[in-house]
């Protein structure tokens, strides 16, 4: 397999935003009169944003319609974006030297508005050929829909291109997408079982992400 492109994931590989997801969605939960169960944030990783208004909404009892909830927690991250985007080590320099060899897709749960902030603040949207958010697609992570347009929007087949995810949804994603796996895991949320296994690599850190490794997926 000759790898023709190489689709990121945003949240947890290019920016480490997860942390501020899960405050700012733990935080709004318990003002709203909902209650945030053991299991809330991994279940949350990789949802579009319209999947995750309703959980919120409905099954942790928030007291607000699913469209209240998709407003007001992505104005207080555009908030937080505005102040800070967590840019994680390396991870733009990683993005640059893999774009001057093949064309880059991004593959987002994050609202656009989010995407297209966290890109401009790291300066990198320019580097991506194709940018999509799951809140333009059918379903959100873990099904293959977000990665497959993406890949389409490249004009690549899914099984020539390496994506490079963090979390178990998203690799599910991925690999449900028949795209070939890297793996860059957040020391907060690990992966489970079944979804470390449908890695090719894994890595302890995205700056281990060199063309030399992406190429020799292929």
């Known amino acids: 397999m000759t790898v023709d492109a190489v689709v990121f994931d945003l949240d947890g590989v290019i920016v480490d935003s997860e ?15 909902g209650t945030w169960q053991d299991d809330t944030q991994r279940r949350l990783m990789g949802m579009s944003t319209g999947e995750w208004a309703r959980y919120l909404s409905g099954e942790l009892g928030v007291r607000r319609t699913a469209e209240q909830v998709a407003a007001e927690v992505v104005e207080e991250m555009a908030r937080r974006y505005a102040a800070r985007v967590p840019l994680i080590d390396g991870a733009d ?19 656009t508005r989010l995407i297209a902030a966290a890109l401009a603040a790291t300066g ?12 333009q697609t059918e379903r959100g ?32 994603s ?4 028949g795209m070939t796996l890297v793996v860059v895991p957040h020391g907060s949320y690990p ?9 090719t690599a894994v890595l302890g850190s995205i700056d281990e992400l060199t ?6 997926l292929g």
């Open 19 to 33: 942390p501020v997801w899960e405050e700012v969605r733990r935080a709004y939960v318990a003002d709203h009169g």
């Open 93 to 111: 320099q990683v993005v640059r030297r893999l774009a001057a060899r093949w064309p880059l897709g991004l593959a987002s749960s994050s609202p």
């Open 124 to 135: 990198l949207t320019d580097a991506f050929r194709a940018t999509l958010s799951t809140e």
């Open 141 to 172: 992570k873990p099904a293959p829909d977000v990665y497959l347009t993406v890949a389409r929007q490249l004009g690549v087949e899914p099984a020539r291109c390496v994506a490079v995810e963090d979390s178990s949804n998203g690799v599910r």
């Open 174 to 177: 991925a690999a449900a997408a």
């Open 191 to 199: 992966l489970d079982p079944d979804a470390q296994g449908l890695a």
């Open 211 to 216: 063309p030399e490794v992406v190429a020799q």
